[in-house]
């Protein structure tokens, strides 16, 4: 609408203005409408004053004369106002907490926000115990927590970030952030060293320095999973790197000027080029090695495929668009970071790193009695030519640049990307909303808090557990939530501004684990044979004759590749196909995978093997079908949804309660309800054996010596506090001495809304 | 590139309109459709993933190279002739009607199954919604069924249109499905008890905060219980069908899948989508379409007659579909590749002029010789049938405008009367 010519144009449904004719001008429409009306113009800021709508009016019935040569340029938003950082640095988290509740408490001086209260004990407990490790807290963790002094709440942070379950929480978040797929080639490598490096405490920087600069197997470097993930694909990989870590969508830039925002597509093309060499080679032999390596050429070529024919196209020298913060002095949070870098440097050794180049070539599949496959020749030349010092595997010199630039802790947009995503999963909502679009055209409110706890994450060596502990040990993580008769837009406006809490319900994963520990299904709860049913299914069994296969006998060929591994009654939805870690990195793809996926993806499967099957034989094992009925002991047990194959498969529990496929930049988790999940949830079988009070279990002993007191631990196995009077008689009634009608009330409170959403 | 599905003149932020008024997005208040002689109410579309060969299944090509091992048939109608792996098909074919020029741009799997199934190209930050949650989201609900049903496979998310238009997923169409009923164990006097129970215990709790996200859950809770009240659950279970319609549609999963879908629109679900793979044939091609055209045959064919024989015929509108189609020339493994210039679908019911051929290929199905018909011209003819206005614009969570259908899709007018 800048132009003449793109002014009269108008838009996709209406012309914005037909010169003499103010009723037909969707812009003269637009801005009569009421602010309440859909629609309406302008949709942020202030109303237009009645004398400006007049104007317009009269400018359009007088023909809308628009003078030669005027462009309009788009106002930028007004930066958001700043309020002083603290001049000192924090001695401690607790004081760094403090110091963020002052910045914030005087961001929103004068905005009339409502601040609520902080969390009770038992609410603050429930609250960070799901938010830190994933789960409710046990009874256990309850009675420790009241154990505790006046310093329980400090005392939990502490022990909370330092628990195993802590990395597995949060590998669930970094999963989701760099969209780790388990059925991606190099996926499950990358979300098994996402894991080990929450667990050994790697600092980001260095974290995402590797990712960016990884290259070789997956096996031997599980962080070339990121580069994988894309398809070692410039384009895509410099947007996603752009997006996930810096926050920025230049991406839209991909195919032209980006719309929005002041990135030209030739700033796009700049960043691509820092992956243009990097290449994806698999091995022909079938169940080769899938592997990044660098190229000689510059596949980045400018100007773009569509604008010019080939022989005009260039190579693109990578060029870095975003900018460094230049300072005369170097700030107090950069002088702490090289310090704490400093020291971390003396303490790691001065082992020699190198790996030898004699490993590298053990590790590549040696081919005994097999004539020598081109593709290795060619990785083993090239691999003679990388420099033998420092990783061996991190030789794209180009994404090793780009790495340093993007981590370095001048480059404001890195720090600040991700502590805008970590105090979203915090506090409900972002400083900058969609999380990765930080932009001046796109509103950024309470700049200084942000800057703030950027600049403490920084100062901390980009120490995860660090940023973590200050949100968590400040006011406004304890917020609670507004009273219900709160009108809509002071709600909106207190949530927006976090002095209130918003509604947050567990993520998929947490829900899952928090079932299970509320009905103590991590282990059996019940003796052997307590819960034997007589199952029936169908096995094919293999006849030992051969037959030739006819047309219409392939589709039957084709149902038996179905795997044995599923349950057979339908709640395969619910379970949980562990994968180990640890075992991930040096063995075979999980077989067990190949069951849970798209029946597509199967019949294809099945398909090409019942070819390739009948192409090397003309004939076909035939099978028989059986029923067989045996006695199964259903025992219940359940593990931790958080060591799935991940994605889940999609009509799966946790994709039903929002995990993300993960296919596309940008994707976030569904927070919505839906008609299903409360169908899994009612009619499901984790509810219901969560709900059957086990013998083994102790409930099962209190409830036989004291109603009242089993009543009390349910509520706080399950809800983290005890009933109110009113429940409390309520529950008598229902629980009726009876292990049916225990089972019946932790049935309801596990489904009810207090236990999917946080206190 | 789709960045011009949404009007570029300015960016919006409907800041205070993302909320809603009584808990329902005024956009969904407001749309009001005027259907333009819409007939159809309800769609099965059937998706074959994979990139089904059009020369094999509509487009044949006999006497040419790359006519393969499949000859042509007459079916019912004069001047039309379809693959001879769909004889029951062929004799139905009065009712349906092929679009033989179908020129897609996306050659590889992911992003042609986004475009066939959303009507865009895939772009960064933005999921357009499948075709089902589209018009689930546009054409109200009818019943107490979910309005989208999705067999044997997941269809396109909802994308942008959230959770609510999400697909209601059976897995083994047929067999019944555990979260419909109480568990094993739980009696129907218990089962009801305990919801009252679970009522009165999120009474307090939502009485007591009551924020937007607490009646949602509240919300989808009233819709699970309505459902699985509901007599109308019973479409979903084949038991009480006559064996010999089970055995007319064929007894394969395919087969129980259409007639399901057929059941389910007779109890008013909007849209149903019967998911089958296995059309990848890079290697072995005939076998496979011969395996597939004894599954998709009976059924298809036993789908359309029994529409017509209970009058829901020219309301339903059937679609088959396929991401690409596959290479005329036949490749060393006896297979076809993927080939995205020049492919068919089948559609019927709905509005659709039976007996119609939209378009035609060159003499190898290489190209679209006549009528070339674009993939978002494919969904602008659905929502056409349906009623759907394509310029309407619907709005992101975040408050961004998008279109229904990619700007210059036109419907294919020819195929309606």
């Not at chain 1, 793109?6 to 037909?24: C, I, Q, R, W, Y």
């Not at chain 1, 963020?100 to 961001?107: N, S």
């Not at chain 1, 046990?138 to 909370?160: A, C, D, H, P």
């Not at chain 1, 059996?524 to 006819?550: D, L, Y």
């Amino acid at each position: 609408m800048d132009t003449h010519e793109k002014f009269l144009e108008g838009g996709d449904t209406a012309e914005a203005v037909v010169p003499g004719n103010s009723a037909k001008s969707e812009l003269l429409v637009r801005i009569h409408l009421r602010p309440i009306d859909e629609g309406v113009m302008p949709d942020e800021g202030r109303a237009l004053k009645p004398e400006e709508v007049a104007l317009l009016d009269a400018w359009v019935e007088g023909g809308a004369k628009w003078p030669k040569g005027v462009t309009l340029t788009e106002r930028k938003p007004e930066a958001p106002k700043r309020v002083a950082l603290p001049q000192k640095a924090p001695r401690s988290n607790i004081e760094a907490a403090a110091m963020l509740d002052d910045i914030l408490r005087r961001e929103n001086a004068g905005t009339g926000v409502v601040t609520t209260q902080t969390l009770n004990n038992a609410a603050f407990l429930r609250r960070s115990t799901i938010d830190l490790i994933g789960r409710i807290p046990t009874m256990n963790e309850v009675r420790e927590y009241e154990g505790w002094g006046e310093n329980r709440q400090t005392k939990l942070i502490s022990k909370l970030s330092s628990q195993p379950r802590f990395a597995d929480r949060w590998t669930v978040f970094m999963a989701d952030m760099l969209r780790v797929r388990s059925n991606v080639t190099g996926g499950n490598q990358l979300l098994a060293y996402l894991h080990g490096s929450i667990e050994q405490k790697k600092p980001y920087d260095v974290l995402v320095r590797e990712l960016i600069s990884a290259s070789g197997r997956a096996n031997s470097n599980p962080a070339v999973g990121y580069i994988l993930g894309d398809d070692a694909q410039p384009m895509e990989l410099a947007a996603a790197t752009a997006q996930i870590f810096l926050g920025v969508q230049i991406g839209c830039a991909m195919c032209h000027d980006h719309p929005f925002d002041d990135w030209a597509q030739k700033d796009f093309y700049d960043l691509a080029a820092f992956f243009g060499k990097t290449k994806k080679m698999e091995s022909r032999r079938r169940g080769g090695s899938v592997y990044t390596t660098e190229g000689n050429e510059m596949t980045v070529l400018w100007p773009p495929e569509d604008k010019a024919e080939t022989r005009d196209r260039k190579p693109v020298k990578p060029r870095f668009p975003f900018q460094l913060g230049h300072f005369e002095k170097t700030p107090h949070h950069i002088q702490r970071f090289e310090a704490v870098r400093l020291s971390q440097e003396q303490e790691n050794s001065t082992d020699d790193n190198t790996a030898s180049l004699d490993a590298l070539l053990d590790s590549v599949e040696p081919n005994i009695g097999r004539p020598s496959d081109p593709v290795l020749e060619e990785a083993k030349k090239e691999s003679q030519k990388l420099n033998v010092h420092g990783d061996l595997y991190r030789s794209s010199e180009l994404r090793d640049q780009l790495a340093q630039l993007i981590t370095d802790p001048r480059n404001d947009y890195f720090a600040r990307a991700f502590v805008n995503r970590v105090w979203a999963e915090l506090i409900g909502h972002g400083f900058v909303e969609p999380l990765d679009n930080f932009s001046d055209y796109n509103g950024l409110h309470h700049p200084t808090t942000l800057d703030f706890l950027a600049q403490e994450f920084i100062a901390s060596g980009y120490d995860f557990r660090t940023l973590i502990r200050i949100i968590t040990l400040s006011d406004v993580y304890r917020r609670s939530a507004l009273p219900a008769d709160t009108p809509f837009e002071l709600r909106e406006k207190s949530e927006l501004n976090f002095a209130a809490a918003p509604s947050r319900r567990m993520l998929g994963e947490v829900l899952y684990d928090s079932i299970v520990v509320a009905g103590h299904l991590e282990d059996f709860k019940w003796p052997k044979g307590a819960n034997n049913k007589q199952v029936s299914r169908e096995i094919q069994i293999a006849t030992g004759e051969f037959t030739m296969v006819e047309a219409g006998d392939a589709e039957k060929v084709t149902t038996m590749a179905g795997s044995p591994a599923m349950r057979g009654d339908g709640y395969d939805l619910e379970s949980s196909l562990k994968i180990d870690f640890s075992s991930i990195l040096s063995s075979k793809e999980q077989t067990e995978l190949a069951s849970m996926r798209e029946k597509s993806n199967e019949q294809i499967k099945a398909e090409e093997m019942a070819a390739i099957q009948k192409d090397e034989q003309r004939k076909v094992m035939k099978y028989k079908t059986e029923t067989i009925t045996e006695t199964v002991d259903d025992n219940p047990r359940f593990d931790s949804a958080m060591r799935m194959a991940t994605p889940a498969p999609p009509a799966h529990f946790l994709r039903v309660f929002g995990q993300p496929a993960r296919t596309g930049l940008g994707e976030f988790r569904d927070e919505a309800s839906s008609l299903r999940q409360q169908l899994m949830m009612l009619n499901g079988r984790m509810t219901h054996e969560a709900s059957r009070v086990g013998t083994l279990e102790p409930l099962h002993h209190l409830l036989k010596k004291d109603q009242d007191l089993a009543i009390d631990w349910a509520y706080q196995e399950i809800l983290t506090r005890l009933p109110t009077p009113d429940e409390k008689s309520d529950a008598r009634t229902i629980v009726d001495d009876h292990s049916q009608g225990m089972a019946d009330l932790r049935w309801a409170l596990i489904n009810s809304n207090e236990f999917r959403f946080l206190p | 590139m789709s960045c011009n599905d949404y009007q570029i003149n300015r960016r919006r932020i409907l800041k205070t309109f993302s909320a809603s008024l009584l808990g329902m997005p005024i956009s969904q208040l407001l749309a009001q459709t005027t259907p333009n002689r819409a007939q159809a109410e309800h769609v099965i579309l059937f998706w074959n993933s994979g990139g089904m060969s059009h020369l094999d299944t509509w487009d044949p090509k006999p006497g040419r190279k790359v006519q393969g091992e499949f000859n042509p048939i007459k079916t019912s109608v004069d001047g039309m002739e379809i693959s001879e792996i769909f004889p029951q098909l062929a004799k139905q074919m009065h009712h349906g009607a092929l679009i033989r020029s179908i020129a897609g741009t996306n050659g590889d799997h992911g992003r042609a199954q986004y475009e066939l199934q959303t009507g865009f190209n895939q772009s960064p930050n933005i999921m357009h919604p499948g075709l089902g949650s589209l018009v689930v989201h546009e054409r109200e609900p009818l019943g107490d069924l979910p309005a989208l049903v999705s067999i044997s496979g997941q269809p396109a998310r909802a994308g942008y249109l959230g959770q609510q238009c999400e697909a209601y997923f059976v897995g083994r169409p047929g067999q019944k499905d555990p979260y419909l009923a109480f568990p094993e164990g739980i009696s129907h006097a218990r089962g009801m008890q305990r919801l009252q129970i679970l009522e009165k215990m999120n009474a307090r709790t939502s009485g007591e905060k009551g924020s937007k996200e607490l009646k949602a859950s509240q919300t989808a809770l009233k819709d699970a219980v309505n459902l699985m009240e509901s007599p109308a659950l019973k479409a979903f279970e084949l038991e009480d069908e006559d064996p010999k319609t089970v055995a007319k549609y064929g007894d394969t999963e395919f087969g129980r899948g259409a007639l399901l879908a057929r059941r389910l629109v007779e109890k008013g679900v909007r849209f149903v989508q019967v998911n089958r793979g296995g059309f990848d044939n890079h290697g072995n091609i005939f076998d496979a379409m011969r395996n597939h055209g004894a599954a998709m045959d009976p059924a298809i064919a036993s789908l359309l007659s029994d529409l017509k024989a209970n009058g829901m015929l020219s309301k339903t509108l059937v679609v088959v579909l396929s991401e690409f189609g596959r290479t005329p020339r036949i490749n060393d493994g006896g297979g076809r590749d993927h080939w995205a210039r020049c492919f068919s679908a089948m559609m019927a019911g709905g509005g659709i002029k039976g007996g119609s051929i939209v378009g035609a290929s060159d003499e190898d199905g290489m190209a679209p010789a006549e009528r070339p018909v674009k993939v978002s011209d494919l969904h602008a003819t659905m929502c056409h049938a349906l009623g759907i206005k394509q310029d309407k614009e619907l709005f992101t969570p975040q408050g961004r405008p998008m279109r229904v259908v990619p700007k210059g899709a036109t419907p294919i007018h020819e195929l309606f009367a």
